[in-house]
């Protein structure tokens, strides 16, 4: 099967939802549900999902509150029960040691994380967790999660700082209909939710018409029709009439029925993909790429071969896959009320692959009933996150031990026999499977290629990118690769125009992002038709891209697309108000548009939510620079160092104003300072030594470029 073939929509492309035009629907909680759906109500009430998060009391806490004390670098917390409330005492946002509420409990096991209310809206999420598992599995006890840092109150990791935020980075996963309803005014959120955990309406949205329905259809027969709109704004239905067989000849599944919607998929990836939220606005069955913005498979989220690295949530994963191709949906394999597997270890999976062929000891090459025996064990390897917490891969891709001798990715053998070389892995698969690797791993060798900065890189990005075979998300970051190598690479262009017409949107959006390595005025003809693109990500990297063209260098109606798509790119970034990241992306569009006085107060409102901002000095001073003000470029740069001394970027853009300005001497320092910090940045130390070439110390620059290049 070529997976570029024709099949399912792409992701974001699912349907709108059902009934849209009828009054809208309101929320009215799981209770409501109960009466006509009791078992799956009954299998929900003890799933993940209705645990997410709760009201902290005695039946949902689950930590040691009996005056229990744990000691984290040097810090130590307090567990301890006042007055019928549960308080930790701890250090808290100017670092001295103060008695907090818990307010909320998050999660329920392998562990328990609790949440603690600040001034202004905000809620935090502790750091110090607990271990829920079994005394004899080394639970039951207190925990930190960053075992190896040392954390203090001025660290954005500390757990009064922006990353442990609730309001922006948990919310939204873990409760019904949240509206986190920021001010960048006061800087205070007001956020809300429809119900505090992910209860029915999470995925199948706001009940009320379906409800009505249901109270008007009471004691009325259906009769046989065309389909009735049973009030629902979301129509979970890819599963409904479908079977799996198995080609005797090969033993492998096949559905009865392509699978022609993402609706599912969607609905699921709200919360288990690595995105950022891009609008508040968005409702299960909604287009889930016209709310948020999907991760790719870069560094250092995922390896070079696209298994799962940090915490990405599964989505990535499994659009690789197999099985996402072939027309597998999540709840073909998961209760999605339970949460649990639709069927116990191997089943799950022999209920559509041939168990003789795939349970057999000649295709696993293990003694049965062992852990090298089981589906998982070789095609799902884990990854630990939040020190106890496995999670594991779903990209279901054969194990590679060669690739991990060759580029230093892992591999699922060596996982379990960790008292093995990578090199016994491979010999070891080279004697079963013969010398040729299965599997769609292409990637791999492109972007390590890409990170090494290999000559011939581009090539192979290129070649990932234009090959119909791979999935959309693998072609998407290989095109978002080419970036710095478009300038002047016909094959890169030809990549990037052939990209922006594919009919995957993350594929469109990366191409897109591969025009940035051209010249503005490049950029127009294969940008501007993706202006009104019908998936919002496309649209607003269109007009991201296209910031820095002249108004004049388009037509009429271009200008107008243009307009429009760049209003919602300043909105998805305000959706985001509260954090540096956006506030900066605004301002570095805003300066590309010419709109420096807007600009240059986004860059200070990214400061001034977090002082140790990197990005928001260094693009301040860029924009500074751009008017030819150099002072206030030195200025703003030498204040960011005030906050944040051992930045290599502030010292490496420090020195270059520097050079400016004609002070050779302290310009070489900065620049030698910034290769110190970063020695591994070829970039920074190239410049470091064409600075020592500059001021008569040849060798030194000889020595400095080979030291990067070894």
């Known amino acids: 099967m070529y997976w570029g073939a024709p099949g399912p929509p792409e992701p974001g492309t699912e349907a709108r939802a059902s009934g849209a035009t009828a009054a809208p629907a309101t929320f009215v909680g799981a209770q409501a549900c109960r009466t006509c759906h009791a078992a799956e109500f009954e299998r929900w009430q003890g799933s993940h999902h209705a645990l997410a998060m709760q009201v902290a009391s005695e039946a949902s806490v689950r930590g040691d509150f009996g005056n229990r004390r744990f000691t984290h670098a040097g810090i130590t917390s307090s567990f301890f029960r006042r007055d019928g409330r549960f308080m930790v005492r701890t250090d808290g946002p100017d670092g001295q040691p103060a008695d907090f509420e818990i307010k909320y409990t998050f999660g329920v096991t392998p562990l328990q994380q609790y949440l603690v209310e600040l001034p202004g809206g905000r809620i935090q999420a ?70 505090i955990n992910v209860a029915c309406e999470a995925c199948h949205g706001p009940g009320s ?24 704004m979301v129509d979970l239905s890819e599963r409904r009439g479908v079977h799996w067989s198995v080609d005797p000849a090969t033993g492998d599944p096949r559905r009865s029925a392509p699978r022609t919607s993402a609706t599912e998929i969607g609905v699921c990836a709200q919360c288990h993909a690595r995105r950022t939220q891009i609008s508040g606005d968005y409702l299960p069955g909604q287009p889930f790429l016209d709310s948020y913005l999907p991760s790719l498979l870069t560094a250092p989220l995922y390896w070079a071969d696209g298994q799962q690295r940090e915490e990405v ?53 293990h003694p049965p009933d062992t852990p090298g025996a089981a589906c998982v ?51 070891r698969v080279r004697a079963w499977y013969g010398p040729v690797r299965g599997g769609h791993q292409r990637l791999a060798e492109a972007l390590t290629a890409a990170e090494r900065r290999t000559p011939g890189a581009a090539a192979g990005l290129v070649a990932v990118a234009r090959d119909p075979g791979q999935p959309g998300i693998v072609r998407a970051t290989a095109l978002a690769a080419l970036a710095p190598y478009m300038a002047g690479s016909s094959a890169g262009l030809a990549a990037a125009r052939q990209g922006a017409g594919d009919a995957d949107p993350l594929v469109r959006r990366a191409a897109l992002s591969a025009l940035e390595g051209l010249p503005p005025m490049d950029r127009i003809a294969p940008a501007v038709p993706l202006l009104g693109d019908p998936v919002l990500i496309v649209r607003i990297e269109a007009a991201r891209v296209l910031a820095p063209v002249r108004s004049d260098a388009l037509d009429e109606q271009s200008r107008a697309a243009y307009t429009r798509a760049a209003a919602a790119y300043v909105a998805a970034q305000r959706t985001n108000a509260d954090r540096p990241e956006s506030r900066t992306n605004l301002g570095s569009f805003l300066a590309m548009r010419g709109r420096l006085g807007e600009a240059e107060a986004e860059f200070r409102a990214a400061i001034a939510l977090d002082r140790h901002f990197v990005p928001a000095y ?39 104003a520097l050079v400016r300005a004609r002070r050779s001497a302290d310009a070489v320092a900065q620049l030698a300072r910034a290769a110190a910090l970063a020695p591994a940045d070829a970039r920074i130390a190239y410049t470091y030594a064409v600075s020592l070439h500059s001021t008569g110390k040849p060798r030194e620059a000889i020595a400095t470029l080979e030291k990067i290049a070894a």
């Open 618 to 656: 260094v693009n301040l001073a860029d924009a500074y620079r751009a008017e030819q003000r150099e002072p206030e470029v030195r200025r703003v740069l030498e204040e960011g160092l005030a906050a944040v001394p051992g930045s290599a970027p502030l010292h490496h853009a420090l020195g270059l």
């Open 377 to 427: 064990g070789c095609h799902m390897p884990p990854t630990r996150y939040m020190v106890i917490d496995p999670r594991r891969d779903h990209g279901f891709r054969i194990p590679r031990p060669d690739l991990t001798v060759a580029i230093g990715v892992p591999n699922a053998c060596t996982h379990c026999h960790g008292d093995r070389s990578h090199e016994w892995a491979d010999e």
């Open 313 to 365: 949530y599964t989505w990535g994963s499994f659009l690789q896959s197999r099985m996402y191709h072939a027309g597998v949906t999540c709840s073909d394999c998961h209760d999605p009320h339970g949460q649990g597997l639709r069927a116990p270890g191997n089943q799950v999976c022999t209920q559509c692959h041939a168990a003789a062929r795939y349970e057999a000891e000649a295709h696993h090459r």
């Open 126 to 195: 502790l750091l110090t967790a607990w271990d829920a598992r079994p005394r004899e599995a080394g639970g039951q006890r207190w925990f930190f999660l960053y075992p190896d840092q040392r954390i203090d109150f001025r660290d954005e990791l500390h757990w009064t700082g922006r990353q442990q935020n609730w309001n922006h980075a948990c919310a939204d996963c873990h409760s019904t209909r949240v509206r986190k309803n920021y001010d960048a005014a006061s800087g205070q959120y007001a956020t809300t939710w429809a119900e």
């Open 209 to 232: 018409r379906h409800v009505a329905w249901a109270q008007g259809a009471a004691g009325r027969v259906r009769s046989a029709g065309p389909p009735v709109d049973i009030g629902l």
